[in-house]
């Protein structure tokens, strides 16, 4: 079954091109390294909740919007060669600098899951 690292990210709006841009060069990197898909979704249609939600979950502030993204492998295995490949790739070297991102770091959220249903 495969295996998806999962992503929600607080990114400025005015700071979206940037990130979309930063994005399709790590997307076509991760592709080239084995992943099978690479997609970033823009909110369109998220409401804070009464008790959580992905804006209350990054600390969304104003001027901002939620992106939510994933990764799909073949296996964990395959995600952590992959991974390791990716991490030491010198295209992304310059981008993976908290101070030149253009979202916060500190408030994303991540993480990988085994697949279990694929419809």
Known sequence: MAYV???????PVHRLDDYLAMS???GAVWRE???LEFRECVADEVSPGKLTSFPQAVDLQEGELVVFSWIVYQSRAHRDEIKDKVMQDPRLAGMMDA???PFDGKRMIYG???MRVDL
Do not use: N
């Open 5 to 11: 690292d999962g992503f929600v990210v607080p990114v």
């Open 24 to 26: 399709r060069i790590c």
């Open 33 to 35: 390294y084995g992943a």
């Open 99 to 101: 101070a030149t991102l």
């Open 112 to 114: 990988g899951y085994e």
